[in-house]
């Protein structure tokens, strides 16, 4: 079954601590992003990779790191979690050029920082 | 800076009836047009536009987008209570990313 899968689905931490959330898809697609929902503000991105080795900056950066060192997988990497990353994140894939493809969104991660 | 506004936020109504909702769009440089439905987490896609005038359809719910005007609809006859979700908006502006709305929440009741 195609699709993108992320870990973990809840995740409730302390400002500060360290945290990876992964993110990996089955379709072979070179094109991957990370967003966030918040409420009223819609999906905003945070990061994407158009392929191995090739990540840029989406519209919310700070405080965020990602890396892609294989097409499948995309982690998003909060090195010192506040309390303003408190949001509902998802991964999503698609081939390329993405405007021409629909993207698969995972099923999402749900951080809590206190 | 891109900008994507949908209207209305949220809506309720029966089942049954029919609703619109729109997507409106100012960005530098407009390639495509695509509409997600959220119903618990994941969005999922609709439909994809990058033509004025032609309508995609797909059952009960069909779309449409202007480019001169600068905006798009979504149309959903027939409501269901299943049809109740976030309904999301994005532009694709040729530089590798979605720019997305806020959304509008739909609830249909029985």
């Known amino acids: 079954e195609a699709q993108v899968t992320q870990n973990p689905r809840y995740l409730i931490t302390v400002t500060g601590k360290k945290l990876t959330v992964t993110c990996s898809q089955n379709?072979?697609?070179?094109?991957m992003s990370w967003y966030r929902q918040d409420p009223g503000l819609g999906l905003r991105q945070i990061y994407y990779?158009?392929?191995?080795?090739?990540?840029d900056k989406g519209d919310v950066p700070e405080g965020y790191k990602v890396s892609r060192k294989e097409k499948r997988n995309f982690p998003l990497i909060l090195e010192s979690p506040s309390p303003n990353q408190t949001s509902l994140y998802f991964c999503?894939?698609?081939?390329?050029?993405?405007?021409?493809?629909?993207?698969?969104f995972g099923p999402g991660t749900r951080l809590t920082v206190t | 800076e891109d900008k994507v506004v949908q209207s209305p936020l949220s809506l309720v109504v029966h089942e049954g009836d029919t609703v619109t909702l729109n997507c409106s769009y100012e960005?530098?440089?407009?390639?495509?047009l695509l509409w997600y439905k959220q119903e618990k987490k994941a969005p999922t896609f609709l439909f994809m536009l990058?033509?004025?005038?032609i309508e995609k359809k797909s059952g009960r719910l069909s779309s449409i987008l202007d480019k001169k005007e600068l905006f798009s609809i979504l149309n959903i006859t027939a409501t269901q209570t299943g049809d109740s979700a976030i309904y999301l908006c994005?532009?694709?502006?040729?530089?590798?990313?979605?720019?997305f709305g806020q959304g509008t929440r739909l609830t249909i009741n029985p």
């Open positions: 999503a894939s698609s081939r390329n050029p993405i405007g021409a493809y629909e993207q698969y």
């Open positions: 994005a532009v694709y502006t040729g530089a590798q990313k979605l720019v």
């Open positions: 960005v530098t440089n407009f390639r495509s």
């Open positions: 990779s158009m392929n191995v080795e090739v990540t």
């Open positions: 990058t033509s004025s005038g």
């Open positions: 379709m072979n697609h070179e094109y």
